[in-house]
């Protein structure tokens, strides 16, 4: 039997469902687990924490929107992901973690062999949890890292920390996707993203929506495009006091990189990262962007993966 993708979102989680979850992370069923936004008591989120601790199939774990509500919860996360081998993708957006939660669950993320893509978007964060962040980042020629990391919408990060994480980003050989939409970052934080981004060697993606930027940021991030190589295929600077002049001359600088890779040898089989991320407060799509809806009443889907990964995109209901 192929592994399978179950997703609740927005539900109370009744007992027979909490049993059914259970019986298949227990006989290695699932590959996605979305329980965003469900509501649950602490022996249910027990129960399941368990079972997913020795789940071999289980590729995505999805408890965005206030699933981890404690500590208590926190810790039996992180006693489950200390056992757990297999989980690649880890979505945490929206949860009360603050630092000492994050410093919780740290240990086990940074031991954790297959973890690649973390989203800590809305959690509460600040400096101390960056500091821990950056140990999830090491540098070109240590042990591998994540390739994709969320931090959208915490407010409470300083520029000192907004600066050791570009430093840490600089120096990484993994990571590729870096989302920071709707943090204050300001035209000083984006000069030092700039110098990050020029140094690293990997990273594709980055999102600074909505975070304060100015034509002078666009400034620095043109020059940098213009004459440095780099990995970037796609900068996002939406929601922000950028001309859209100066947005489009970073726009075209960019697909001229891409039409070029294309040409010498085609990019290969990229794998997106970006599936299953939950929105800050809006979500860039080409030229426009949407907000973040409230959840709709849904109900549990199982369904059987085929090719490739796409069931590891959630599907509202």
Known sequence: MLPSSIQISGEPLSGAEV???CRG???????????RGCRLCDRDFGRICRALAGATSLAQLNLNLGVVSSPSRIKQLAEALRTNRSIQSLFLHG??????GLALLNPALALHPALVALDLGDCMLGDEAINLICGLLPPDGAKSGLKELTLSANPGITPKGWSRLAIAVAHSSQVRVLNLDYNPLGDHVAGMLAVAVASSRTLEVLDLEGTGLTNQS???LLDMVENYPTALRSLVLAENSISPELQQQICDLLSEGEEEEEVAGGTG?????????EPAAARHQGSSSWRCPSDPSSQMVLMTSGLGDSLLAETEM
């Open 269 to 277: 089989d990229t794998q997106e990262w970006e599936k299953g991320r």
């Open 95 to 100: 949860s009360p973690l603050t630092d000492a």
């Open 19 to 21: 049993r059914d979850i």
């Open 25 to 35: 992370l227990r006989d290695n069923a699932v590959r996605l687990l979305s329980l």
């Open 218 to 220: 666009a400034q620095t």
